[in-house]
């Protein structure tokens, strides 16, 4: 039977423990199960028959054993040299885990021992030319316990095929003489390691007609939900990712992905099916090619979040944002150049106190329109909607949102609210949403309404209360 242990993990924390830590492993050939003890005996018995005088000797059975690992000594410490570090784990409580019964070989298995975990997927060969008829290896992974094994799965599955192939065509490990951390299977090991903690891929030749091919891919968490309301505002050049083989709904939407249209706009202006655009994003989304904002509208509120003190305190964001809101060409005298909020930069710059007291003059209660029009004179040469945008990105500005509350379809009795079903609402397509759970955006895009005629219809409820939240 062969075990062994690898492992690999492009965080920064967690390669350094592997790197310290891990374990790589080859084998020998026998294993220790009763039916595979029993087929050898058959043999030995067709003897006994012949000659009742006799004795059948039957070897014992070898243990698992680690033949391969690297660091050295990491896993199992050498007879030949003392290490200066104890083994991560006790090997020989897991060993038949490592090297299981029949019923666990031939998929993924993950262990839990001290602060580690084992990833291994044991790969059984039965055939005569074995010792005991069969033969049994694993090339595991040792993780740190807290780390997600999602991507890691991939990595031993493709060991096991490997060498699996390998070992049915030309005896690769049952015939390997080199001995333990030695040879090529130890070398393929050291190369393993360094190159999935250095670049979370390897590419390594084994044999004129074999080669390793392995990559790491992150594992991010799942996208938020997304709403036909919400404006995608891309982060990277996706133009320049692009080629004849993306999917062609991506290819469609890619134009409309500007930071202004929602995601039911963009269906719309493409052509596309809204669930497939939706799913497309999803996708940029999933890969931070692209981040969710709301829909842009100089009707909107915007005011101050207790992070503008950081945007106060650090002249770097000053000096990004000026870059980013900043008109080019605007023509300002002493803009220098594209800079249209002057050449100074850092803390307490003029560029840095402007930007400070337009955020810090935002406010409640009063639009985007009329704050423009109160500081037209210091908004000169900068892009509002960058301006606002760059802050909400941030997280030092919040959009004020609205909502609606018909209660004319509501009727208090017990303490409680319910639906008044005494007459059918006047407008039913719009009654759904006036329950205070839904924004003005998401009414006026799934109505496909502008907001001045979805004031307009509101008046047909009667006493409808608005909520700025």
Not at 29 to 34: L, N, S, V, Y
Not at 450 to 457: A, N
């Amino acid at each position: 039977m062969e075990e062994g242990d690898t492992q690999s993990i492009p965080d920064e924390d967690v390669r350094r423990i592997m790197a310290d830590s891990m374990a790589v492993g080859g084998g020998t050939g026998a294993t220790d199960r009763d039916d595979a003890t029993m087929g050898t005996d058959g043999n030995n018995n067709d003897d006994k028959e012949d000659d009742e005088d006799d004795v059948t000797v039957i070897p014992p059975r070898p243990r698992p054993k680690v033949v391969h690992q690297v660091p050295t000594d990491s896993i199992v410490p050498s007879t030949l040299a003392s290490s200066s570090q104890p083994p991560l784990f006790h090997f020989p409580s897991i060993s038949p885990y490592i090297i299981p019964r029949q019923e666990l070989c031939d998929r993924p298995i993950t262990i839990t021992a001290s602060s580690y975990r084992i990833l291994g997927h044991p790969v059984r060969l039965a055939s005569p030319k074995y010792d005991r008829n069969e033969y049994i290896f694993n090339f595991s992974l040792v993780l740190d316990a807290t780390a997600d094994t999602t991507s890691y799965l991939s990595v031993v599955l493709k060991l096991a095929s490997l060498f699996r192939s390998l070992e049915e065509q030309s005896e690769f490990l049952s015939r390997d003489p080199s001995a333990p951390n030695t040879g090529k299977v130890y070398a393929l090991c050291e190369i393993l390691l360094e190159d999935l903690n250095n670049y979370c891929e390897c590419m390594i030749p084994i044999d004129e007609s074999n080669t390793l091919n392995i990559k790491l891919f992150p594992t991010y968490p799942p996208p938020p939900p997304i709403s036909p309301h919400h404006v995608p505002l891309s982060t990277v050049r996706l133009e320049s990712l692009t080629d004849s083989n993306w999917d062609l709904t991506m290819l469609l939407i890619l134009p409309y992905l500007n930071g202004l249209n929602s995601v039911r706009q963009i269906a719309l202006l493409a052509d596309a099916d809204y669930k497939l655009v939706r799913k497309a994003i999803a996708h940029l989304l999933y890969y931070g090619c692209v981040i969710l904002l709301d829909i842009f509208s100089f009707g909107a509120i915007y005011a101050p979040t207790a992070e503008m003190a950081g945007f106060v305190q650090d002249a770097d964001m000053q000096d990004e944002c000026a870059r980013y809101v900043a008109i080019p060409d605007s023509g300002l005298p002493g803009t220098g150049g594209n800079a249209a909020l002057g050449g100074e930069h850092g803390q307490g710059s003029s560029a840095g106190i402007r930007l400070v007291e337009l955020y810090c003059s935002l406010k409640q209660g009063q639009s985007l329109k009329s704050w423009c029009i109160e500081h037209a004179g210091a908004l000169a040469g900068l892009d509002v909607r960058r301006l606002i945008t760059f802050g909400v990105i941030k997280g030092f500005l919040y959009r004020v949102h609205k909502y609606a509350i018909a209660t004319s379809l509501l009727a208090v009795g017990g303490g409680k609210q319910r639906e008044q079903k005494t007459k059918e609402p006047p407008d039913a397509g719009l009654a759904k949403y006036l329950d205070g759970t839904h924004c003005f955006d998401e009414i006026c895009t799934e109505l496909l309404i502008s907001e001045k005629e979805l004031v307009g219809r509101l008046k047909g409820f009667g006493d409808v209360q608005i909520i700025h939240r």
